[in-house]
């Protein structure tokens, strides 16, 4: 009895020092912000009607504003040395009720600062950012400038441990200070790498969705394939490693090759396909089983599930539950990390980005294929490729645009109108607005199409063959004068030039 | 009024493919062609198909590879002997070609018959643009097939014309070919190194997948090697020798070749040639005459010996210009420098006419202005260079402006030299 009721005056006791000690802080610290707020109002009238003697006022104002912010810095500072002393002393590993007071007071209170700050500094785009070194959570906290964020953010940094421990080590007393995930929580990681990845999860639902066609028989080749491959692979094992390389070098490459490269490009659709596969018929003929149960269903409903279950009451929940957010956090930076090197893979080294890099990967993946099934020992000796020359042709293309005249007032006079991709003939939609067409004066202000270049041996001819170009475009009723085609109103000709890719 | 979000009026491609159409093709068309055009329709989308199938157009290339298979054990069904029923295994490997074989005979009638009756059956009929459509399908896949074929048996003297590389059969190459395949096939069957029937399938294989971008890409990436290319150009011997000789070879030659000889009396001219060191003077004359005279990249007036005659000494002089031609290949990403194919012209040429050119013995600059001949000197101090022209990648000439396509570059390189005859 004696024992409880000595607690309980020593809880008061602190209770009552606490509370004195805060409000003394707290209307130092508000008087400091006010002053210097005030200071910076004054300041600002100050540097808005100076405009004349602004190199003598410039250093005086740098050095007041840097006094600002030393003031601010060093309010912060006392207030969290105030505290963490508070909490060195305290070396039990669950956090109670007196520490998470004196938590949420100093972060309230450095969240304030954090957030006038801010203000200022988004207000005045001069000041100099001398804190930014002193303070390493500032770069996070400039991203979200609202002030929950902030206070969310000082918060966490605060209760939390800095070094969180592994899940396994959660039910232990006592944490080992060799933990290996150093990075602490933090909700603007957290909501950026979400963000991230609903940018990259069209990519994973269409991998998933390939894979649920795939053993749906959506599309019956695919599938019959797929077991085909499956099925020579367990008889010969080495294929597990042989598919892979091939994939790379006829799945990723060759395909990007084509692309860059515009081998093969049909421009031909037929209007309808006539004749049907067999095989598609078989597979087709019985009618498709639809796919009634929502496969994200129940995975939609878990987390939240699991979210309600978690047992609040336990001591170690709230430690468990911001590890689990801390996994969490890294998981999604892991995830965005694999498919960033993924996507890069894909797209850079396999994509001829640089042509000789994905040559070689290309030759190597060729190289290793064939080697690897007859003596895996020589694969490490015969890896010398050679010089590689690269000196593929690009795309060349034509392009074309009209270069028009418009009739003047003295017959057989024509003065230049303008440089325009349209033919612009009786039927032309402008022409029939009684609008001049979209087009430029000068040939220099033509730019070619979008990720061509012009060629620089190449410049603008003039296609003479008139009648041919006329005919293409069913233009053959108008007059043909040199390389002009002259209607009643204008005359133009038509000029082509090479461009590159 | 630009109409293009990034404010830049661009200029559109040229198409002149597609025509505008006016008038119906059935109005200019005889009855008897289009008649005979409707009867053949199906024919037509029957070998365009197939043509797809052998240039591997398809939105579907695992059933490409399914035919492909199919194909393949139906091969090895059809040859095989006969059907060994005790053997398990081989017994099941017949089974599985019967299957086959009977399912690519019925997939192959299905899709004919599905062809003649969905045309027939059909509620509008084909309009006769409609078959030109297919017909000018068919012949741009016909070409790519050509071409394909072409690059065994091709020449590899292409001519550019509006990029387009047109490629013409090789007789030589034709006979060599079947020269070397011959005897090897009949080596192969006769001491048996393969299976015939292994052989075929094979071949079929190679056929099928030849025009596929596969195969078309495996043999772009592959001719990115040097040593491929060394050996290839080394097989088919492609480039014709050119002769090595020394400078003093050359300047033999280049005496010899020089037809017309220009005397000049230095007495005739003005005194201050008459003196000491007077010929660098008039070697800047010399020189302006001939950049005077030269009409564009046309270095006629080097074609004289100009021999310069003095009384007040008693001398004469003989002057020629050495003109040089330097190569340069520009190797990934931007580097221009004068390490050539060993296959190809070196990178330093003597040069004589546009015709005549001699492999110079030395290979840079510094080294040939250190093998003058005896009794002969540089006239000039440096050397004059001339504009480089940039070529693609067979030195095929595009101008004189550095740009994508450009692969090779060559300049001429000019000095003057005298010797007292």
Known sequence: MTENVNEKTAAAKDKGIIRKFLENKYDQLLNSILDVTEDQIVLKSKLAHSDVAENQIDRKQKRKLNHIDNLLLDREIEGLNYFTEQQTVVSNPTINNKELIYHAISTFINASIDKIRLDRMTKSSSLPATQEKNDTSID????????LDIFMERLLSRII?????????????????????AQLVSPSILASNLGKMSKQLNSIFEFQDSFIRLLTWKTPSYT???????????????????????????GLITPSYTQKHNLRNFDYHLKKQYGKSLLEVISSGGKPVACTSNPFKDQINDPIEDLNLVDWEDSNSGLKFITTIRDFQNMTTNLLALTNSISKFIYETASFKDERKTTILFLKCIQRSTTKKNNLETVGQKNEIGNIIIDTTPQIKEIEIFEIYRKGLIPGEWKFFLYSNNVFDYNDQYRKAQKSPPG????????????????????????????EWAYYRGLLDLEIDKEFLCDNMFKRRRLTRKVLK | MLGNSDNVYRVKFANNKTKVQKVALIVNTPFSVTAALYKLYPLLIIWDNVLNHLLWITNDTPLHILYLII?????????????????????????????????NWYSFTYYINSVLIQINDSEEAPTLEDIYFVLNRITDKNLIIKNNLLKIIGTTNTITDNSINYKYFCIKKFIICILLLTPFQFFTFYFRFIDSKKYIVWLFVAVY???????????????????????????????????????????????????????????????????????FDLAKEIRRSIDENSVDNQYNMTQYKIILSENYLNNKYEI?????????????????????????????????????????????????????????DWLENDWKYGRWIYSDTNWNILGTEDSLNAYTRTRIIKRLVFCQI
């Not at chain 1, 220099?444 to 008139?466: C, G, H, Q």
């Not at chain 2, 091969?75 to 089974?95: G, M, R, T």
């Not at chain 2, 330097?326 to 190797?331: D, G, I, P, T, Y």
Request: glycine share 2%.
């Open chain 1, 224 to 250: 019959i394939l797929t077991l085909l491959i499956i099925s020579l692979i367990l008889f010969h094992p080495l294929y597990l490693i042989l598919l892979p390389i091939l994939y790379i070098a006829y």
């Open chain 2, 209 to 279: 997948l030849y025009n596929s971008s596969w195969l078309e890409v495996t043999g772009y990436l592959l001719w990115r090697i040097v040593w491929v290319r060394k050996l290839y150009c080394g097989f088919w011997n492609t480039n014709s020798k050119l002769q090595c000789i020394t400078m003093k070879d050359f300047i033999l030659l280049l005496s010899a070749y020089l037809k017309d000889v220009i005397n000049i009396d230095l007495n005739e001219l003005q005194n201050n040639y008459n003196q000491e060191g007077a010929i």
């Open chain 2, 71 to 103: 194909c393949c054990l139906s091969i090895n069904y059809l040859l095989s002997e006969k059907l060994d029923c005790v053997n398990f295994e081989a017994f099941l490997a017949s089974l599985i070609g019967f299957i086959t074989t009977s399912f």
């Open chain 1, 140 to 147: 996070t906290i400039l991203e979200n400038d609202t002030f």
């Open chain 2, 320 to 376: 020629i210009e050495i003109i040089i031609q330097q190569n340069e290949r520009k190797w990934y990403p931007d580097n221009w420098n004068n390490n050539l194919l060993s296959y190809e012209k070196p990178s330093l040429l003597y040069y004589i006419s546009q015709n005549i050119l001699k492999v110079s013995e030395l290979k840079n600059l510094e080294d040939i202005e250190t093998s003058l001949p005896l009794h002969w």
């Open chain 1, 440 to 467: 430029v004066k000068t040939l220099d202000e033509l730019y070619p199409p979008k990720t061509w270049k012009f060629d620089n041996n190449s410049t603008w001819n003039i296609d003479k063959n008139v009648q």
């Open chain 1, 161 to 181: 441990r800095d070094k969180l421990p592994e899940r396994e080590h959660i039910t232990e007393k006592e944490t080992s200070h060799k933990e290996k995930h």
